[in-house]
């Protein structure tokens, strides 16, 4: 069965730092893009990145453009999302989700993990 | 950026009754690249409906999809109560990817 547990998550001050990983089983990682996506206390899903099977391509929300880097270890099966910079417009769950079928992130996500709370707070 | 309006913002309805939820779009989305997901309370998202009308693996055939261009629509036909959640739409037709609002579906 296919699962994602994300890890990394916790309490941090503004302007800090936090990297948070995700954990994937179940199917063969590097045939598949990945995605972050994020959602604030209360509120509704949002995009946060993507990025290509292979790693050599990415994309990110305007939000998180230039603060936020995804990467992917795909030896290790594993995702990873470096956030700096981190305000409190930032704090929400964290879920990687993988798309459903293809190379691109551009694409349907099928399975979620259970996601990572980050706080940005002093 | 494609923004993604949905309607209503809470439906409240019977068991057995037909829930439509509406999304639409500020451009067109192109090749239909337009998805549905059910988040139940304290649970991860759950894909339902991809490329406009196509049903995901396991979803009951009481969830449909359909529409194209700027305006889609989900069409739960006979609701049962553990419909119960936040229905989203999202488009995956460029980045940025983007969610609606969401609709929530209460089950009376």
């Known amino acids: 069965d296919v699962e994602l547990v994300e890890s990394g998550g916790g309490l941090v001050q503004p302007g800090g730092s936090l990297r948070l990983s995700c954990a994937a089983s179940g199917f063969t990682f590097s045939n598949y893009a990945m995605t972050w996506v994020r959602q604030a206390p209360g509120k509704g899903l949002e995009w946060v990145s993507g990025?290509?099977?292979?790693?050599?391509?990415?994309g990110y929300a305007d939000s998180v453009k230039g603060r936020f880097t995804i990467s992917r270890d795909n030896s290790k099966n594993t995702l990873s999302l470096q956030m700096n910079s981190l305000g409190a417009e930032d704090t929400a769950v964290y879920y990687c989700?993988?798309?459903?079928?293809?190379?691109?992130?551009?694409?349907?996500?099928?399975?979620w993990g259970q996601g990572a709370q980050v706080t940005v707070s002093s | 950026e494609i923004v993604l309006t949905q309607s209503p913002g809470t439906l409240s309805l019977s068991p057995g009754e037909r829930a439509t939820l509406s999304c639409k779009a500020s451009?067109?989305?192109?090749?239909?690249?337009f998805a549905w997901y059910q988040q139940k309370t304290g649970q991860a998202p759950r894909l339902l409906i991809y490329?406009?009308?196509r049903r995901a693996t396991d979803i009951p055939d009481r969830f449909s999809g359909s529409g194209s261009g700027t305006d889609f629509t989900l069409t739960i036909s006979r609701l049962e109560p553990e419909d119960s959640a936040v229905y989203y739409c999202?488009?995956?037709?460029?980045?940025?990817?983007?969610f609606g609002g969401g609709t929530k579906v209460e089950i009376k």
């Open positions: 989700a993988k798309v459903r079928s293809g190379v691109a992130w551009e694409l349907p996500l099928d399975y």
């Open positions: 490329g406009a009308s």
């Open positions: 451009q067109t989305v192109g090749s239909n690249y």
């Open positions: 990025i290509s099977n292979t790693g050599d391509d990415s």
């Open positions: 999202q488009h995956y037709d460029s980045t940025p990817l983007t």
